[in-house]
């Protein structure tokens, strides 16, 4: 299916490990980017990337980990998690050929860190 | 200072009536677009309205428009007569053209529509 797509839509881990949030889009968008969505802080910006190979911290990266070996892929890595990361993700992308237009949303991902 | 400012954490119309949902923004990039999502308590974004900031008229999008006050860096949502899938919560946003081409948000608008 054409679109973004963020796997997995759930997941529930335990403090310490590793995880990794899939975000995929079918457009060869060139921006990239990865939010989370807390209570009272609407969405705050981890990380994002202008191209393949290229990327750039937010206003919250610590504990976080991204790579883009692909343009169409785009994934997140919590190195060891901690309970504070128990959020909400959103993968979105956007085309830079349309200067600053509309970013496009994936479904999210609800992390729990138990 | 942030860069995008709701100050309404609720709003509620009663169906079929006009809503302003305000929100102003900071910058000093001469080229940045405003943007208002929604989301429904599915949970998905949903892009609505795009203002640039060059655009000599407001933006509009079937009931939604943009009123666009730039001397005032405001970027407010007008929804008219509301509909009861209008209830959800409005994300305003932007993005700067020379400063990476992030998105920055504000803490979002939690619209409820009143038969």
């Known amino acids: 299916d054409a679109g973004i797509t963020q796997s997995p839509r759930y997941k529930i881990t335990e403090t310490g490990r590793q995880v990794t949030l899939m975000c995929h889009q079918t457009w060869s968008h060139s921006y990239m980017f990865w939010y989370r969505q807390d209570l009272g802080h609407g969405l705050r910006l981890i990380y994002y990337s202008a191209a393949a190979d290229i990327t750039d911290k937010g206003e919250v990266p610590d504990g976080y980990v991204v790579s883009r070996s692909k343009t169409e892929n785009f994934p997140l890595t919590l190195e060891s998690a901690t309970r504070s990361q128990t959020s909400v993700y959103f993968c979105a992308s956007s085309e830079s050929s349309r200067g600053l237009r509309e970013a496009f949303f994936g479904q999210g991902t609800r992390l729990t860190v138990v | ?115």
């Open chain 2, 1 to 115: 200072a942030q860069k995008i400012t709701q100050t309404q954490p609720g709003m509620f119309v009663q169906e079929k009536e006009a809503v302003t949902l305000d929100c102003t923004y900071d910058t000093s990039d001469p080229s940045y677009g405003l943007f208002w999502y929604k989301q429904p308590s599915s949970g998905e974004m949903i892009f609505l309205i795009y203002q640039g900031s060059y655009d000599q008229q407001n933006a509009t999008e079937g009931r939604y428009s943009l009123n666009f006050q730039k001397a005032r860096k405001s970027a407010n949502l007008v929804i008219s007569a509301s509909q009861l899938g209008d209830s959800a919560m409005y994300f305003c946003a932007m993005r700067e053209g020379n400063t990476g081409n992030q998105f920055y948000f504000g803490t979002g608008t939690s619209l409820t529509v009143i038969p």
